[in-house]
């Protein structure tokens, strides 16, 4: 996942295989868990699912356009900004300090 820029950091790739947002094949993977050609590849995170399907495999971590042509993409397309939930509770940039008004209806939205 890491040599195909899946995941930013192998140590981000551990983590999510060893939480279970990754399947080959329909069945969890572990970190050690080796992929061959033609295997598919769903990764679960944050708030889009990546399925990749293996075309060649990688000895170690090469270029972009490389890396691109190692698998074929069958991702949804993400959702359009404008479509996305916006975040519960968060203050628009340079607003300033919340007043205690503010800070309340902030906490009652929260459930605090």
Request: hydrophobic content about 40%; charged content about 30%.
């Amino acid at each position: 996942m890491w040599a195909v820029r899946l995941t930013k950091t192998r140590s981000q790739a551990t983590a999510a295989c060893k939480a279970g947002h990754v399947r080959v094949n329909g069945e969890r993977a572990k970190p050690a868990t080796t992929v061959r050609v033609g295997d598919r590849v769903v990764v679960k995170g944050g708030d889009r699912e990546r399925i990749a399907v293996v075309r060649t495999l990688l000895v170690k971590r090469v270029g972009a356009a490389v890396a691109a042509e190692a698998f074929e993409d069958q991702s949804p397309p993400p959702l359009p900004r404008a479509e996305q939930p916006a975040a519960i509770g968060v203050r628009d940039r340079g607003a300033g300090r919340p007043t205690k008004k503010d800070r309340r209806q902030i906490e009652r939205l929260r459930g605090y």
